[in-house]
């Protein structure tokens, strides 16, 4: 231990002594609108296509960004035009230019480079993910029930677990479809060539592309493909034979993709070629539609590339709302061609007969809501295990504490007799007793979504090791341009590993005599595990570590299930959803008591102390004593009545009201649990709510949609939020902020130096509560006038805050703005004449790598006099 410390701070002090001072990168055009388009802060995730592993798809790091950011809706809007020139010739192609290119560049080209996708090769779909879609219809993905996020799921994971392997973020289609656990080795298979062929049925070559080939190939030009894509060269091969007329598929020299050469275009994919064509690389002309991958790269190397746009910003703008139309004709649809479900409801008669009133909110809750939940799991749980007695097996049903603690009270009640035990076995526990080897520990870390968890001490500590060590490599990781990969490269330090190993090694045999000891587990036992869930990810990590050294099999019964692909593949549920939003309901089944965090070397359990507070469990214990009393007064009513319903209609009915406590709880439900707490998440000060209606509030201030708030939150706004937020995400919709409300506030800013500096005219976004929203370029040395005296007399501006690349605020500016003409009370800016400006200085001469933002929320309260008033529609 002490010689881990000792060699990884003198590795601190010798990366401190190696680091020069050097100029950080600047932007070439630091006002370019591509980059401070007027977009809100997008919070991961809200890109379906990002880590799809599609070919050519946007995904984070790796170089395969395509640069495709929200862009403005008017040309008048943009804050620059683009001033980033080509040594050589234009930047941009468009369609109109295609027949002419090469006599632009006369003789000088020797190789015609095209990227593939949505430049020679185009897909009926609206997207690239769209295709996944078409694939889920395949009948083989059918039968599997394969679904299109899976597939999404399983790239991002592959994406982040092939740095680990080889050093490569380059993904092949074995490698997204190995990522499908539940299913078999011949089902992958199968599922990866039915994506080929959806790809052939999909796909078409685009003939302005197919008719410059032709005269490239007439001229004497050399032809290749290179494409940013998981698809093997033989795999794309075949795709393009079969959309490309002979003469033109014979025409093309050579084909390269990134997976094969384990690097990217934005990487050192062109590099390769350019070796491999055997011409100086401005003998190369590249084109392709990704502007970072396909020109900003190339361009560096002395490649003549172009950025294909296949269309303006304007029509960009309307199949982007098209698409979202596309996935929501649904709503729309008349039966039969519209999804159309039975509603079922076999708990009426139950609500009829009990006495119900005065309807307190623990009746409403417990009885009412989570009731049926719980009966309907009873059901499920006691048929699950006398299906598995049936077949000869010798089950012992397992409730993991403490989430588990009402459905073991809830199956007793529905059966009359206990069901099985309680067990104290936590997922913390289970996955930091799983690593043995290296492989172990990469699958924990391939496992970690950045956009869910970003905390690499969360990451280490779950790794077992000591706050002393974790503090050092943190240190050490942020010395590098890349923290993260830095960060996980550490952890596979053989030093680092060594103290992973030992340390997991010794919890792994205090769990083992727990399980021996308290749980009577035999060989040859059948173990349903049984738990809300959501991943499974207790069953999985315990399957991994003990089923063999028991001897055992692990099944899990869960409540409500993922149906993410890497799910384990002996797991079912009542409930099968696409997201967890059910935080409440699992707080309404724990046993009071702390966590286990450890055993001791006995086997005994050792537990936190208790964290949440005697006013919450008072409520909890409500909730779960009328709960039970539905189920008692259910399993009576059924008895006497010699009704028994089928399972589906008990599955359905406890969905739906699960569903209906999650996205439209009623008043008396927003009262009940407030300041309700989860200790699983709770930081040092204990203040860690469960959901913030204050908070609502201040975000949707901030937010152009309440996508990103929860459902208590977006319902205590109304609920058309809470709609308008269930559907943005249920159905992926690619949204923006202009798109939410047409309306829009002027302003003109001034930005520049001393010396020189220019004058814009911008349009804000309307947010909530007549506050508006836009985004400033930050640049070392400049200065950001707001000319606010020009449009408004009275305003108030909630703030100002610098943001990152990744839209993360790195400090509030609000105080630090210098002021002409202007009157300011707290938030509240009286502008005194036409001439008012508020400036915002430079943040410290601040250079950063990376473009960063000032995002500015204000109200305008008065308009000046002068300006007339905007409505939508209006030009500006």
Known sequence: MQNILKRLTAKIQQTDEDKQPSDKCRLENPFDPDLFGEI?????????????????????????????????????DRLLPSNMLDT???????????????????DSVKVLSLDCFDTLLWRKTATPTDVFAVLADNPVARRLGIAPHQRVSAAARAYRAKPLENGSRETSLGDIYRLFTSLSGEERELLAEAEIRTEMDVCFAFL????????????GIKIIIVS??????????RLLARHLPAD??????????????????????????????????????????????DAQAPRKLGVRALHFLPFDHEVSDFLRLQHAASSLIVLDQAAPEAVVLPCYSPFRPIFAVANLQPYAPETIIGYMSFGPVLYAYARFLIDEVAALQQQGKRVKVFFLLRDAYLLSAACEAYARKPVGKLVRVRKFLAIAASFKTRADVDYYISGIDPELVDDFYATAKQLLLPPEVIEILIRIAHQSADPRTAFHQLLRDDDVLELIFKKSSGLRKRIMRYISKELEVEEGDTIVLADIAYYGRTQEYLTRTFAEEFKVEILGRYLVASDEPYRPANGKALITTYCWGYDLFEQCCILKEGMVVDYDLDGEPVLDQIKLSERQYEKVAKVQDESLRFINDARSFFAKSGLTHELSILQRTAHAALFRHGYMPIEAELEYFKGFQNDKFMGPDRTKT???????????????????????????????????????????????????????????VSIGSIRDSKVFSLRAHQLHDGYFSIMLPYESGTTVKMLLGEHYEWLQIAGIQLLNNARRVCSNVSSSL????????????????????????????????????YHVIFRPLVLRASDPPRRPGASQ
């Open 40 to 76: 809100l802060p997008r919070l991961p995730g809200d890109d379906l296509s990002r880590s799809s592993g599609h070919p050519d798809a946007m995904v984070p790091d790796g170089g395969r960004l395509t640069g495709k950011t929200t862009r403005r809706r008017k040309p008048e």
């Open 88 to 106: 050589h010739h234009r930047t941009n192609i468009k369609v109109h230019d295609i027949p002419t290119i090469l006599d632009e560049f006369g």
């Open 208 to 219: 302005p592309y197919v008719e410059l080939i032709r005269l490239a190939h007439a001229r």
């Open 228 to 237: 940013d894509t998981y698809l093997r060269e033989d795999e794309l091969r």
């Open 248 to 293: 033109v598929m014979q025409s093309i020299n050579k084909i390269y993709c990134s997976v094969d050469y384990g690097t990217s275009k934005s990487n050192a994919l062109f590099q390769i070629v350019i070796k491999e064509c055997g011409v100086p690389a401005s003998q190369l002309l590249h084109i392709g539609d990704n502007d970072v991958a």
């Open 690 to 748: 469960l959901y913030d209606l204050d908070g609502a509030w201040k975000n949707v201030r901030c937010l152009p949609s309440p996508y990103r708030l929860g459902p208590f939150e977006t319902r205590s706004l109304g609920l058309d939020f809470a709609f308008s937020g269930l559907v943005q995400k249920r159905f992926q919709l690619d949204l923006r902020p202009e798109d939410m409300n047409v309306r829009f506030s002027p302003l003109k």
């Open 818 to 853: 210098d002021f002409e003409e202007i009157d300011r009370e707290g938030e509240i800016y009286r502008c005194l004449s036409q001439a008012s400006v508020a400036t915002i200085p430079p943040v410290d001469l601040q250079q950063f790598e990376t473009p960063h933002y």
